[in-house]
């Protein structure tokens, strides 16, 4: 008989771990569970324990995968919640089950979130010196693109194939350019805005085509072939407004239009906190924009990063017809009617571990958004 380490004779190391294992579980390892039996369990996680769940054994894993587009297409949007003391931890907050869970990633410390795009999280180096990054807090998955000439805004990335094949279109951060950058280019594009005393407002990319959005309410064609031209697309009847809000000590330019795409429709959102909003569904075929006064069964979860029109929130105990919006320097969520009105003010989402910056809001992630990658039409 040998003497192991463990201080047992005739039996490995191996073969002791199994053996206490099968033991504790009453003569069946936790890794040899039925995958049927894992599969149930893994789809009634949330977002963050399903990951966990995933972590655990080779076949915990093979269960994880099997569901995962339906445990993550079924995840409500979440709060990201900004801190100025964690450079390796996001924090998401629930708003429906009232609770935060934190994701690892790698570090970006230094780091600054300027963008959000099927479902990764776009990230810049606050002095513009590191490359732009892109990961994705769900699949783990990372891009990279070269340094952008100027600090951006709002970012979204396209793929005619897959996501590493993308090209991204990017607002400066003053909203007076507008940078692209297509894969095997050497440097950044850059286009100033197509009309005088304009600022650019938005930008998303919908049904295979990239929409530019100006403050005065016209939505511009941007077309990315090796000509790349803005051509004027539609205009909403009434003239919108954009504000100027005190960021960092400094009045800067901050658009309150927005483009927000669900299913075949493309809306053009006026909205401001504690202001009547004004919804204009684009009309693909007079390419004007009519006014509308109904989200029917959907929600308009907005912020000053993200938003998206959201089906039937009612099946996590929300409110239909509505919209979700974050104060923008204090902590409250607001629930909103189209009227302006405000129906439900929801707790405060902060916590002792994640301290709110002063000079950056929250902002919406949407985990449904991350198997999802907008595909550019090249014609």
Not at 4 to 17: H, P, S, T
Not at 26 to 48: A, T, Y
């Amino acid at each position: 008989m040998t003497k192991r380490k463990n201080g047992v004779e005739g039996i490995d190391d191996g073969a002791l771990k199994k053996r206490i294992t099968s033991e504790k579980s009453d003569g069946r390892p936790w890794s040899e569970l039925p995958m049927d039996l894992l599969g149930d369990i893994s789809r009634k996680l949330n977002l963050v324990d399903h990951l966990a769940f995933g972590g655990v054994c080779r076949s915990w894993r093979m269960s994880a995968l099997a569901s995962e587009r339906d445990v993550i297409a079924s995840q409500p949007p979440l709060v990201v919640l900004p801190s100025i003391s964690a450079d390796k931890v996001l924090s998401l907050y629930n708003i429906f089950e009232e609770n935060t869970s934190q994701i690892e990633l790698p570090t970006f410390a230094s780091k600054e979130c300027c963008g959000l795009s099927s479902g990764y999280l776009v990230f810049q180096d606050r002095k513009g010196q590191d490359e732009l990054w892109l990961i994705s807090p769900i699949t783990r998955h990372e891009l990279k693109f070269p340094t952008p000439p100027t600090n951006i805004s709002h970012a979204t990335i396209t793929s005619p194939a897959t996501p590493s094949d993308s090209s991204i279109v990017a607002l400066s951060k003053d909203f007076v350019r507008l940078l692209f950058y297509r894969p095997n280019d050497d440097k950044w594009t850059i286009y100033k805005t197509p009309e005088p005393k304009c600022f650019y407002a938005d930008i998303i990319v919908f049904k295979g085509q990239v929409y530019v959005l100006t403050c005065n309410g016209k939505i511009w064609n941007f077309r990315l072939q090796s000509d790349a031209s803005l051509t004027l697309f539609a205009v909403c009847d009434n003239p919108v407004r954009c504000s100027t809000i005190l960021r960092r000590f400094s009045f800067q330019y901050r658009p309150n239009v927005f483009l927000v795409a669900s299913d075949d429709e493309l809306l053009m959102v006026n909205f401001r906190v504690f202001t009547r909003p004004k919804n204009f569904k684009v009309d693909l075929q007079t390419r004007k924009g009519v006014v509308t006064n109904s989200l029917g069964d959907k929600a308009l979860f907005i912020a000053d990063m993200s938003r998206a029109l959201i089906s039937n929130p009612t099946k996590w105990g929300g409110r239909n017809n509505c919209i979700y919006a974050p104060d923008y320097y204090l902590d409250p969520i607001y629930v909103l009617s189209l009227e302006g009105k405000i129906l439900q003010t929801l707790k405060d989402t902060g916590s002792s571990s994640c301290r709110k910056c002063t000079f950056y809001s929250s902002y919406w992630y949407f985990p449904n958004k991350c198997f999802h990658v907008d595909f550019l039409n090249e014609n």
